[in-house]
Structures are given as C-alpha cells and as structure tokens.
C-alpha cells in the first residue's frame, strides 16, 4: 500500500515543484560506486484533457537496497518530463514520486549488472478526499502525513458548479470549511482573519486585518489545500486553519486559453436591461528564447450585477467590476539553480457591497481595493540531497470604504435607513523574507528528514476613519438612542514578527512514523517570545497496511493584526438617551477606545499603549483511515481546538467617573469540536462520489474583533457575552462528484445540507433580546450541478491543431429554488417579527470555453 508523505515533506515537494518547473535534471547519485554501470530512466506525465502530458519539475526519489541501508537520491524531471538515475550497482531499488495535487506513486525495480530500465510514470490527479485514500502502490506509512489535508486541484475548480469561479467559493466543500450568512469563512470553528491564506508558501492576506481579500485567477491555480491539522512547525503566524494554494508553473511549449468569453444579460419585462455578468478570463504562455526561460499570464475580468431577494428592482444590486492579473516567470540558472518571480495585480471596485433584504442601496457602504504583491523564489539543490530556498514577497494593499452620503444612519426595528455611518481609507505594505534549508536525509534508528527556517515579516500601515451619527428608532419613529463620534483622526501601525522552526520526519520503519517539530515566535506588538511544540504519530499494523491510525497535537500563535494594534485610534464613541417624548435620560457618556491588559485592579489603571499578547490555540486530531474495498475509502476522525487570548471589544460604563471604556480585552476564548465521517467511491467504472458527514460544536465570546469590524463595523456595539457562535453548524452532510455520460457528457453535481445559521432576537436598543444567537434560520439546502462537452478542433495551419478544444456547457446554483434565506426581522418590536425574508435565488448560466 502507498501512503501521503507527511506534511513538512508535502511542502519540501511543493516548494521544488513551484520554482523548478521550466524543468532541470538534477542528479544526486552516489559517484564513489567505481562499478555502478546501471541505469534507470523514465518520464512523468499526468493525463490532461485527455492525454497524456509530460510534467516538469517533479521531484522523483531513488532509494536503493532493504531498510535503510542506503540513502535515498532524487532528480528533477526536465522540461519534457524526463528524469534518469546513472551508475547504479547491481540492487533492488524503489522509486517514487509523492506530488502535491497528484497520488503518491511507488514501485519497486530489480536492476541487474549493466542494465537499463525504462520506467515511464503516470500520476493521477487527486481530489478533496483522495488524500485519505489507501493507496494500491507498495510503499511504506513513512510517505503518510500524520495530518492530511483536503485538496482541489485545478480541474475541479474548473468543473465544479461554483456560484463564482473564485478560488473562495471552492472552499465550502471541505469538511469542516463554512461560508457564513456574511460571506465570511469560518475554518475549523475560527474566522478566517485567525487562519492563514498561503500563495506558493508566501502569506498572501490583507495585511491589516488578515482577511483572504487577495484573489488568485483560478487559472493560476494549481491546487487549494486547506489543513485543519497543519502540525508541521513550518507552518505559524495563525491560530485556525491553514489554506494553502500552489500555483501552475510556466509551461515549456506555448499554449493559450480564453474562457467564459459569453456575456449573461438580464432581462425585466421581457426587455434587455443591462449586462448581469461578464467574467471573460484569458491564459497563454511558453518560453523565452529557447527553455531556460519560461513565462505565463493569466488575466480574467469581472463585472457582475448580484440581485438580491427582498429589494426592489433596480435597486436591488450588488456592482462588482474589477480584473486580476498574474503573471509568473522561470530560469533555469543551472541545473541545479531555479529561480521564479511572479507578480500579482488586483483592483476591485464593489458598490453597495453589504446590501440586503433589510439594508437597502442607500443605507450600504461601497467598497473599493487595489494592490500588487510581488514575489521571488530561488532554489538550489546540493549534490547531497539538501535543498536550500530563499524566498521574499513584497504586499500593496490599499482599500477604502465609504457611504452613499453624510446623511444620519437610521436604524429602526424593520431595517437600516439614511446613510451608512463609517468611512474609512488604509494604506499597507508587507514585507517577508521567508528562508528555509532540508538537510539530506539522516541514518539514526530510522530515517530522518529534517528542515529548518524562518520567517520573517514587516507589516505597516497608515489610514483614517470618519464616522457620523447613528440614530436608533422606536417602531413609533421616536429617537430611542443616538450615538455621536468624536477624535475622527489618523490611523496608524506597525508590527514586525520573526519566527524560526525546526522539523523533524522520523521514519521509524514501514508501520510507524512520527513528525516532530517546533516554531518560536518574536513580535514587536504582541508576545515578546513564544515556542509552539508539535507532534504527529501515523501507524499502519499489519502487513496489508488497509488502516492508518493518526494522533497529531500542538501549539499555535497568532499575530496581533494591525487592526488591533490601531484600536485606540478608532473615532470614540459618545451615547444618548432618549424618552418616548424625546427628552433625554442623562448627560451622553462616552467612551474611550483604549486596550486593556491583564491583571488585577480597576480597569482605568490597566490600560496599555498596545497589545502585549496574541491569540494562541491548542488543537488535537485523531483520525483513523480505512479502506473498505479496492474502490471504497472511509475517512472517520475527532478534533479539539481551544483558542484563548482572543481580541473582543467591550463597552463598560462608569470607568472614568461617568465615562465608559471601550475596551480591546484579549480575554476571548473559542472551542470547537468535530466529529467527521467522509466517505469516497466510485459506484459505477465512471464516476467518483465524496460524501461527508460532520457534526461539530462552536462556543465561544461574540464580540471578536472580527465580528465587530470586518468588513465593515458595526453600527452597535453591544457587551460582549459567550455562547454559540455565528459559524455554529451542528450537523451537516455535503457531498460531491464526477460522471461520466453518454456522448462525451460529463455531469458534476454537489449536494449541501445543514443545519440553519444561528441569530439573535434584539430591542429597540439592539440588546439581546433573550439568549444570543438562541434562535436559527430554517434548514439549509442546495443541489447545485455543471454539466458539459468537449468538442475538439482540428485548425489547418496549427502546430497542435488536435489539441484545441471548445466547452460548452451549462450550470445551476440552488438547482431546486430551495428558499435558503438570509435574512430574518429578529427586531422584538418590529411586525414582522420573526420573519425570514431575502432569500438566496437559483442562478443558471452558460459556459463557453476556448483553448490548448
């Protein structure tokens, strides 16, 4: 059987492929061998739109004799997927390849005195449960990871039905993974501003609030992991989930893509009213001046017209109009030194960006970004075996957010009114210097594959914020309450982080191994120091190694985002209140941001200047893996995160004589747990079906940082409380596949059932009206399906004229209408209490590709 190496080999393999694949050979033979006069030789190639294409930059391993008796030797295949092991003594060698987004592959070759032998490879692409698959290669459980992740290459995200072909929207079909009612992902029981988003191992987020903000073309895109369990220590700087994306190197033959070229118009009342979507995307590259040299672009545009329920037409419309550019390059400095560049361009423009059922157009805030992030990887291999990468990444990011006007925000029991009260503008820069060095493998009871490195990371800012009154309403239209701002000023910080890890794959022997590690971690704003031990154990007994057995444990630290560091910036806040005859009830109060620390005393003496600490989890995972049958995978685990010292901001009164505190307290905690049964099969010869069950439980402090500023703040800010959060999905069943039909159809369906979203019943005065988030929408459930044919062209004059392709196809989200609402009037003194509206509409559309 074959297993997954573990997570810090998976890494090493992605880092090689990622800067290696204009292709060079790299031989690490043994050259003291006089009379080694054997040869292994082959090529690798993986099966892409049906056929058989060679792959560059794939590392292939050699390991000679039984046990450990000989150190494993490795190469590179080149531009045409060739890869060639000389001078090899008469042996019994094993060969493998274990590629990020593709099966790992063993198998085993007897090489006799003066022998050559041909062995050609063919990988499999793998799909989001395929990575807990028991593999039917011969290998031994040193390969399996101790955490395995959930991956989507990049024909899945080109198949599946997608509601938009964003890298983020392919995210939910992970176990595990939820898309809140406000867009927002939630990993692993945590926010994503708590995970991390990795492009080509390089922090790729807003470098003010963490959130995943910077999109990649999914054309550039090779595979999307996401780990709930990243226990290797290579991974750090979050405290939820890891996503990690690995881009398509630049191609060694020229090729061209243009897809989704088709433009969708609406239609009212039997008249065009406009263009509802346009997402034209375009793809080409090849070398420079010969195969040393390679480049790619990948380019798509996107202007969209989201309607959403409950609004009145034409004013009912979320405008998105913005490109993304990615561009990447490859040299071949020697054949044993790769160095890549690439570049990333992404403005984006979203008008009446949070509007919904209950906020119209003229109460929404606008949205706008632009930025660049640039990055440089180089690479070179050691005769030994060692690999030493030094890579840097240079982040723009600038955004802004405003109102539709300067107009009161009104905030009444039946919705939002006037016009959003926040404005705001940033402007960040982040720098990291990300070195890392694999030693070559190490004899000591075993085999060792140890890897060290660090990280570091500069981030800055510099902004303001601007905010006008908010007025809360009766149902009367009386002034309840009216909350005024003040100290409408500069925005402003910096943080730098530094952080090195050592890690350590222990291959005991065929049935047992362990990966240790840990990660310590300096920052200027948060925890001076701090060490993150971890530990993962994969065990396959007996002899037909059908079972893994995984246990994995360790620590996380988070960083301290910079729009923590900035809090006590923020406009202050000043509160009034009103009778029913408008009079008010006592002088306002106001409050002061200010972070509070910990410790003992009034609160007033615990005020600090910034953040002396940072969020850190605990997380642990057992999981056991079972192959059923030659065509049936049971993946069944448990896991546990706590996570403490999380930001949450809190309003208390009377801290300065009849002034309040608007408190940061890093005192929030969450605790997830889960439960999750996947299970993989192919039912008939052509089709593969994933279906995965999971309950989970998601506890924890509401007044997060997140919950209360991103995207956008909130209007009202109420005390802080623990309970059930808003990404609490207790059971939830998703499922998903391929099939194949009759006449060249191909059918990609995925099914989403669960548990509704929780919410809270509020007052007049947006308190809690009972037990917070007590209440949920109806059950949740979409039957979403692609279906489409390839026809090929045969071009005259064309180099490749059998490979061009035409796709056409069609694709429905909420097949079925099911009314998934959004929104709820959860306001006690509104009429329509307890009534759900805005529901999310079925979307059909057409696909329309061209290319290579």
Request: glycine share 8%; net charge neutral.
């Amino acid at each position: 059987m074959a297993f997954r190496r573990n997570q810090c080999v998976s890494v090493l393999l992605t880092l090689v492929v990622s800067a290696s694949a204009a292709g060079a050979r790299v031989q690490a033979t043994q050259e003291n061998q006089q009379s080694a006069t054997g040869t292994i030789r082959g090529a690798v190639t993986a099966l892409h739109q049906e056929q058989q294409r060679p792959l560059e930059g794939i590392q292939v391993e050699l390991k000679g004799g039984d046990g450990d008796s000989q150190p494993a030797v490795a190469t590179i295949t080149d531009s045409e997927g060739r890869y060639e092991f000389s001078k090899l003594p008469q042996d019994k060698y094993t060969l493998r390849v274990n590629q990020q987004g593709f099966k790992p592959f063993a198998q085993s070759i007897l090489l006799g005195a003066n022998q050559m032998s041909v062995l050609d490879i063919s990988l499999i692409l793998d799909t989001v449960v395929e990575n807990v698959e028991v593999k039917e290669q011969t290998t031994s459980v040193s390969s399996e990871s101790s955490s395995p992740a959930s991956t989507v290459n990049n024909a899945q995200l080109e198949t599946l039905p997608l509601a938009q072909q964003k890298f983020r929207d392919a995210l939910p079909l992970v176990p595990g993974v939820i898309r809140g009612l406000d867009g927002k992902l939630s990993v692993r029981g945590t926010s994503e501003n708590q995970g991390m988003l990795e492009v080509d191992s390089a922090k790729t987020v807003d470098p003010v609030t963490g959130s995943f903000s910077i999109p990649v073309p999914i054309d550039a895109i090779q595979t999307v992991t996401v780990d709930k369990t990243p226990f290797s220590a290579e991974n750090g700087g979050f405290s939820g989930g890891l996503t990690r994306i690995e881009t398509i190197p630049p191609p060694s033959d020229w090729f061209y893509k243009v897809k989704d070229f088709n433009v969708s118009l609406r239609g009212k009342n039997d008249h065009f009213v406009g263009v509802s979507q346009a997402t034209p995307r375009v793809s080409f590259g090849g070398p420079i001046g010969g195969r040393k040299l390679n480049f790619s672009e990948v380019f798509e545009y996107d202007v969209r017209r989201d309607p959403v329920r409950g609004l009145v037409w034409p004013h009912n419309e979320i405008k998105t109009q913005g490109f993304n550019s990615f561009t990447r390059i490859q040299a071949i400095l020697s054949p044993r030194h790769l160095l890549s560049a690439d570049i990333n361009v992404f403005p984006l423009r979203t008008e009446f960006a949070n509007i919904s059922a209950l906020v119209p157009q003229i109460a929404s805030s606008d949205y706008n970004q632009k930025g660049v992030s640039a990055g440089i990887s180089d690479l070179h291999s050691f005769n030994s075996g060692a690999l030493l990468n030094i890579a840097v990444r240079y982040t723009r990011f600038d955004s802004n957010a405003h109102g539709q006007g300067s107009a009161d925000m009104v905030i009444n029991p039946e919705g939002w009114s006037g016009n959003f009260f926040d404005s705001w503008t940033r402007a960040a820069n982040q720098f990291e210097a990300y070195p890392t060095f694999q030693f070559a493998p190490k004899k000591w009871l075993g085999r060792h594959e140890l890897k060290i490195g660090a990280d570091v990371t500069h981030r800055s800012y510099s902004g303001n914020s601007l905010s006008h009154p908010v007025q809360l309403l009766r149902q009367d239209g009386t002034l309840a309450e009216e909350i005024r701002f003040t100290n409408n000023g500069p925005l402003n910080a910096s943080a730098t982080d530094v952080e090195e890890f050592i890690q350590d794959q222990w291959t005991c022997n065929e049935h047992l191994a362990i990966s240790l590690g840990g990660r310590f971690t300096s920052e200027t704003v948060g925890r001076v120091a701090a060490f993150a031990p971890r530990l993962g154990v994969a065990y396959s007994p007996g002899n037909n190694q059908k079972t893994i057995f995984r246990v994995g444990a360790g620590l996380f630290y988070d960083h301290v985002s910079l729009l923590e560091a900035s809090f006590a910036r923020n406009p202050m806040r000043a509160l009034s209140v009103f009778d029913e005859t408008g009079n008010p009830i006592g002088t306002p109060i106001l409050y002061y941001n200010a972070y509070v620390g910990n410790g003992t005393g009034p609160l007033s003496s615990r005020v600090q200047s910034a953040p002396n600490s940072s969020p850190r989890s605990f997380v642990g995972d057992i999981e056991i893996d079972r192959q059923l049958w030659s065509a049936a995978t049971l993946r069944v685990s448990w896991l546990y995160s706590q996570t403490r010292d999380l930001f949450i901001v809190n309003p208390v009164p009377d801290v300065f004589g009849s002034d309040g505190l608007l408190g940061l307290f890093n005192t929030g905690t969450v605790n997830y747990h889960e439960f999750e049964a996947t299970l993989h099969f192919r039912p008939v010869r052509h089709a593969d079906l994933n279906i995965s069950y999971v309950w989970s439980r998601t506890r924890g402090d509401l007044n997060t940082v997140s919950n209360i500023f991103l995207q956008f703040e909130q209007p009202v800010i109420r005390p802080n409380v623990s309970g059930i959060l808003p990404s609490d999905i207790p059971n939830r069943v998703v499922s998903w596949g391929t099939f194949h039909l009759p006449w060249s159809l191909t059918v990609n369906p995925v099914v989403d059932v669960h548990t509704g979203f929780p919410y809270s019943n509020v007052d007049v005065m947006q308190n809690y009206a009972g037990l917070p988030n007590g209440q949920r929408f109806p059950a949740f459930f979409s039957f979403d399906a692609q279906i489409y044919r390839d026809f090929r062209l045969h071009l005259p004059f064309t180099e490749h004229g059998s490979r061009h392709k035409v796709r056409v196809g069609l694709y429905s989200i909420n097949l079925t209408n099911h009314g998934n609402f959004h929104d709820v009037y959860n306001n006690d003194a509104s009429p329509f209490f307890g009534k759900f509206t805005g529901f999310q509409r079925r979307v059909d559309g057409f696909i329309l590709s061209f290319g290579d």
